[in-house]
């Protein structure tokens, strides 16, 4: 047997409407192309389906059983077009991403909601790491694209600038320094330092900032959670250097924010995905609503930035 859909779709029109001439109509062909398709199924199969006569048609007995099979095939076939369909407008599949966990936390769930919003039929799976574990899942193909810090140089990913945040000093309530809006790193190096783990991209861009102004001493103590970090800071064990986006995962902890200058420093964060490589539709679709909040200028929280040339 070797029968093909269009053979089978013309019998379930044919069958369904008890002639060729209404079927013909409802599938927009001649009547003479669909009498060929349907003796080349009987041919196929080997079987007569159809008692002709000069006004209608009747089913014979295989006729009626290879009707119920052909709808099936038929249904099924038009259903998965449906779904194919939806997933290559990006209205169904699954978005993957990785990134910071305050990325994840602060600056994506209302694009997130929005996304849903429109596409209620799209899942999105969010993987956060620190950079490295995030650049890992895009090259691995585990993330369709990573929202991160911008890291080592790769000609295997492609960057886009999206979005900075700016670094502020992170005080205990009742500091002496919190007296004053403004901080410098000179003045944080004279406190006792907490810091992020030394595989955080913070780390590295506060280490980069205390080297600048020539003050190189070891953290007082450091946690890989920036939580605990705020924990400590609320503790009055010292003070830390966090990006705005960092901030909301303090915690309740008593802690105030000052500005901190001299030198005013920045955390990039780029939109990266696998150079070469096509995106799946939906992850396509998510890329350009977060394109557009850029372009807009869509309200970011305090201290952030997007990244417009």
Request: aromatic share 4%; proline share 6%.
């Amino acid at each position: 047997m070797d029968a093909t859909l269009r053979q089978l779709a013309a019998y379930v029109a044919v069958a369904k409407s008890a002639g060729f001439t209404a079927a013909a109509a409802q599938l927009h062909l001649s009547q003479s192309t669909l009498s060929r398709a349907v003796a080349d199924l009987e041919r196929a199969l080997g079987v007569r389906l159809l008692e002709r006569d000069t006004r209608n048609v009747q089913l014979t007995a295989a006729g009626v059983e290879t009707l119920r099979v052909a709808e099936q095939i038929v249904d099924a076939h038009r259903s998965g077009m449906k779904e194919l369909r939806r997933y290559l407008l990006g209205e169904s599949g699954v978005v993957a991403m990785a990134t910071l966990p305050s990325v994840a936390a602060v600056l994506l769930p209302g694009l997130i909601s929005a996304f849903r919003r429109e596409r209620p039929e799209v899942s999105v799976r969010i993987m956060d790491g620190l950079e490295r574990a995030v650049l890992g899942r895009v090259l691995s193909g585990d993330a369709d694209f990573a929202v991160t810090t911008v890291g080592a140089a790769s000609d295997r990913l492609e960057h886009r600038p999206l979005i900075r945040d700016r670094f502020r000093a992170v005080l205990p309530e009742g500091h002496p320094l919190a007296e004053r809006d403004e901080l410098t790193w000179e003045d944080l190096a004279t406190e006792p330092f907490l810091a992020v783990g030394p595989e955080s991209s913070v780390r590295r861009l506060t280490d980069a900032a205390f080297a600048q102004v020539g003050a190189g001493a070891a953290p007082a103590a450091e946690a890989s959670n920036v939580a605990t970090v705020g924990g400590l800071v609320a503790a009055g064990l010292g003070v830390a250097a966090l990006p705005a986006l960092v901030l909301p995962l303090l915690g309740p902890g008593r802690v105030v924010h000052r500005e901190l200058v001299a030198p005013v420093v920045e955390r990039r964060l780029d939109v990266v995905v696998r150079a070469r490589r096509t995106l799946p539709p939906a992850a396509a679709a998510f890329l350009d609503l977060l394109q557009e909040a850029r372009t807009e200028g869509r309200d970011v929280p305090p201290g952030a930035s997007w990244i417009t040339r």
